[in-house]
């Protein structure tokens, strides 16, 4: 089977048009998967400083019952 230049230039075109729409999906500022993981790792952080707060307040309780009657 042979394949003719024209065939071959409108691959190229369609792989074009994949990999902008791939770079799109990633590097979209408002919606992309870059954009996703920033968020999710800036509410990670935030959410482990809150957990660690409340273990110290809970360590600290459970003290106050154990040794302080």
Do not use: C, Y
């Not at 075109?13 to 999906?25: F, S």
């Not at 590097?27 to 790792?41: A, C, E, F, Q």
């Amino acid at each position: 089977m042979k394949i003719t230049n024209q065939q071959l230039h409108q691959e190229i075109l369609a792989m074009k048009q994949d990999i902008r729409d791939i770079k799109v999906r990633l590097l979209d500022p408002d919606k992309g998967t870059i954009s996703r993981v920033n968020r999710n790792t800036s509410f990670r952080k935030g959410a482990q400083k809150t957990l660690w707060s409340i273990w110290l307040v809970i360590i600290g309780i459970l003290g106050k019952l154990i040794f302080w009657n």
